[in-house]
């Protein structure tokens, strides 16, 4: 029963972080394996259980979801399906502890390249994009990182997005559709693998979900600038908690 407590609490601060920035998943992980799951079924029962959280904060926030440029809102969806495929058969097929060394590193570059994205460039270049085979390719990587392992990921298409030109608030609403697509792949492919623990996997979908919601609410009245100075502050906390577990 205090397992249980655990995941639901992490599940809620989960969802909210999520909404907001990303690195849920550095909540819930570490509340599965509390409850006596191994590194790898931890990992599938948390991408299961956060997707239906996902897709609600996807659709509650349809109205601030954008494409970048020449690269449309469809086309980014269909990169993250293909690439979400690609990440859930390479984690089935191999174990994630490389992926697990790298996690710092990438949320430290993801934090960087936001951080650089909103505040670090000169006003006028934020009217100039990314080219679109750069976009997409960018997202194709994000999302097999996603579909693999996914911590980190909002932090990822949050620096992709931002350094394109969004705007951060339009960019949270975007990045939290497109998870839910590059997961929806994943979860199709996690559903029937005896790695689920779908107790577990119930009590976190319901209060992550609930979270995601609350963090649609938040997002939609936070201040911009307030909203990038904490996107970076909690890279940054993420990062240094990361490091200090690996060593």
């Known amino acids: 029963m205090t397992a ?6 992490a599940g809620l601060w989960a969802g909210v972080q999520n909404t907001l920035a990303g690195g849920g998943s550095f909540v819930t992980l570490p509340a599965l394996l509390f409850a006596g799951m191994t590194p790898l079924s931890a990992n599938i029962t948390s991408t299961v259980a956060l997707f239906p959280g996902q897709f609600a904060s996807g659709y509650a926030g349809r109205g601030m979801v954008r494409g970048v440029g020449s690269v449309s809102f469809r086309a980014l969806v269909f990169t993250s399906l293909a690439g979400g495929a690609a990440g859930a058969l390479l984690l089935l097929i191999t174990p994630p502890t490389l992926f697990a060394k790298m996690i710092p590193w990438l949320v430290l570059f993801a934090t960087a390249m936001f951080a650089w994205g909103s505040f670090g460039r000169k006003p006028a270049a934020h009217g100039r994009q990314v080219g679109a085979p750069v976009l997409i390719g960018l997202q194709f990587l994000i999302s097999i990182y996603g579909g693999y392992f ?5 932090f990822l298409m949050m620096a992709a997005l931002s350094i394109a030109g969004m705007a951060a608030r339009n960019a949270g609403a975007t990045k939290n559709a497109l998870a839910a697509a590059m997961n929806a792949s994943a979860v199709a492919m996690f559903a029937f693998s005896p790695e689920v623990k779908w107790l577990e ?12 919601l609350f963090g649609v609410w938040v997002l939609r009245r936070i201040n911009e600038t307030w909203l990038r100075v904490g996107i970076v502050a909690l890279g940054i906390a993420l990062t240094i908690g990361l490091f200090w577990r690996q060593m």
Do not use: N, Q
């Open 4 to 9: 249980l407590i655990i995941i639901a609490v």
């Open 150 to 154: 996914g911590g980190g990921i909002g």
């Open 201 to 212: 996997a119930l009590v976190l979908a319901v209060s992550s979900t609930a979270g995601y």
